[in-house]
């Protein structure tokens, strides 16, 4: 019986929340979540889970496959299911504190689920008809539900791609590219053309002595590469005839914990030279974001693209003033004209004005006539998304003395209104303030918000801080190292501790921590490229010197070796 065909309906829409679908819209799609980088991931995929009702998962999704899952959906990780490798630093990461959600049980019935109407999303590793979902597509052609396939990126192609090892042919290459598992290695005839061997992890050396029995020479390339396409990613290159005794030489178990893909043939040999993933900057670096979860977000995404594994640990938590008299005053006054300027020091002083603006029914168009300073390229970004262009924003160093340096002074002819508003949080710097008086502007400086300590990390977290299970650290003020020192305690000696400018390195110092790393300008991406900077330093170092390559934390006494 031939599967139903899905086809682009208004069913396709996103739903409104908190509304059934229809029955006869209830169907079944197989998705396939690719080898472990999340971001592999197929747009059709993204767009099934933000529209089922129900996703079915082996194991439990990281965070982006999460953020994709529409709100209402029911989230079902079948028992026994691993965790998901998106962030790998550990099962904390993929378990934030507000994550949906999800049962631990057997798998429900999707048939019946779809037959009663709903979307039904069976989640699969790698591809769905090539890793093991053949029975499930027989199962509902059977009992005619219609179903679709959303193929995944295979393991098989992906894993070598991550690795750097090329599959087709450039002029150098001939023959077919073979795939095989593991335990059909005594089978398989030597031949010209790259052999994929997917389960390698089970035995790599026996792996090996299958194929040179079975008529491979045992001078034949082979690459091995456990965890591929996660920050776990580790791959070593040997022969068929030296697997055993390089993989020791290498530090790794000759059974690894990970899953593992191997290529046998000459485009093996090519590795070294084609890696593009492993010799990311940071790569594997376990770094941590000490910020508002808000403002972590761009960071961390930065660090991903450096190969590294953020942890985003909050130190403060930002809330409304105590009293709400002042910003409703500073409100009602730039509607009426009462300022000239609007200085902004912060992303979060700019959520604290759209956030009293939308409370009042008013947007961006209350600004018009008003100069708006932004203190640095962020707070920019944040003005813009509000649709506000900003008037001035410092070209030198970005902070409120580099604003201060760059203010206009006031001129009685040229400027009709000497008023500033100024909304910052409760602990700011009076130098700004001081600077525009001096300048001739009357400021008035308004609490937008309070900044607070943030609860302390769970203890997982503040064993890695102080016993050096983070490589790298980021400070990007005075404030977030005084509270994460007092929230969790003071880093470890190996951990590379980067800054984003003089004060913080001067706070930093005064609480007896080495500063490796400051930005070249106070800002989150210049501070992210700078500790990029500093790791490919130290990747370059260890090569001229003919030392193997280990990360900060590897480096601290009673460190386990590494093993992928």
């Known amino acids: 019986m031939n599967a139903t065909p899905a086809t682009s309906t208004a069913n396709d829409e996103p739903r409104p929340r908190g509304t059934a679908r229809p ?59 691993p965790v998901a490798e998106a962030d790998p630093a550990g099962p904390e990461a993929a378990a934030e504190p507000d994550a949906k959600p999800a049962a ?19 989640l699969y590793d790698g591809d769905p008809l090539l890793d093991g979902a053949l ?16 193929p995944g990126v295979p393991a098989a192609t992906a894993v070598p791609a991550y690795a750097g090892i090329p599959l087709g ?39 090996g002595k299958m194929l040179i029995a079975a008529g491979w020479p045992d001078t034949t390339p082979f690459a091995i590469t456990w965890d591929g396409t996660t920050t776990a990613q580790r791959t070593v290159t040997s022969t068929l005839g030296r697997i055993a005794a390089d993989l020791k030489a290498a530090g790794v178990s000759p059974v690894s914990a990970g899953e593992a893909v191997a290529v046998v043939g000459d485009a093996a040999a090519r590795q070294p030279e084609l890696s593009w993933y492993e010799t990311k900057p940071l790569f594997g670096w376990r770094v941590l974001v000490p910020r508002t979860k808000a403002d972590a977000a761009a960071a961390s995404e930065q660090l991903r693209e ?44 700019v959520r604290a004005i759209r956030e009293k603006f939308e409370e009042y029914g008013l947007d961006a168009r209350a600004f018009a006539g008003v100069k708006v300073a932004a203190v640095g390229d962020q707070t920019a970004a944040a003005l813009k998304d509000f649709g506000i262009a900003p008037d001035l924003v410092p070209e030198g160093e970005q902070s409120g003395q580099g604003l201060a340096e760059e203010w206009p002074p ?56 102080k016993g050096g299970g983070f490589d790298a650290v980021l400070f990007t003020s005075s404030s977030t190292v005084r509270n994460l020192v ?79």
Request: no cysteine; glycine share 10%.
């Open 410 to 465: 006031f001129d009685d002819v040229l400027d009709p209104i000497n008023r500033v508003l100024l909304p910052r949080a409760d602990i700011a710097t009076e130098h700004l303030v001081a600077r525009l008086t001096e300048l001739g502007w009357e400021a008035e400086d308004v609490t937008a918000y309070r900044t607070v300590r943030a609860a302390p990390p769970p203890a997982p977290i503040r064993e890695a801080i």
């Open 135 to 150: 029975p499930d597509v027989r199962a509902f052609a059977a009992a005619g539900v219609p179903f679709e396939v959303v």
């Open 104 to 122: 631990d049980a057997g798998e429900p019935d999707l048939i019946a689920a779809a037959q009663a109407g709903q979307l039904v999303v069976r």
């Open 306 to 349: 450096q190969g590294a594994i953020p942890e985003e640990v909050p130190t403060i938590a930002v809330e409304p003033p105590r009293t709400p008299q002042q910003m409703d005053r500073a409100v009602r006054g730039l509607v009426t004209g009462r300022y000239q300027w609007v200085a902004f020091t912060s992303v979060n002083a």
């Open 23 to 81: 029955a006869s819209a209830g169907r079944i799609a197989l998705v396939g979540t690719g080898p472990g980088d999340e971001r592999l991931l197929t747009l059709r995929a993204a767009q099934l889970l933000g529209q089922a009702d129900l996703v079915i998962s082996q194991r439990q999704p990281g965070p982006r496959v999460r953020e994709l899952i529409a709100a209402d959906a029911d989230l079902v990780v079948l028992a026994g299911g």
């Open 486 to 564: 007092g929230i969790a305690g003071k880093p470890h000696a190996v951990t590379v501790i980067a800054v984003i400018g003089p004060q913080t390195a001067k706070t930093a110092a005064e609480f007896g921590l080495r500063v490796d790393v400051m930005a070249p300008t106070p800002s989150m991406p210049a501070l992210v490229e700078a500790l990029a900077e500093f790791g490919a330093g130290q990747r370059q170092a260890a090569l001229e010197a003919g030392e193997p390559l280990r990360r900060p934390s590897e480096r601290r006494r009673g460190a386990r070796k590494r093993l992928r």
């Open 169 to 207: 042919r450039d002029g150098r290459d001939g023959g077919e590219v073979r795939i095989i598992q593991a335990a059909d290695a005594s089978r398989v005839t030597f031949g010209p053309g790259p052999l994929v061997v997917q389960g390698a992890e089970a035995g790599p050396a026996d792996l």
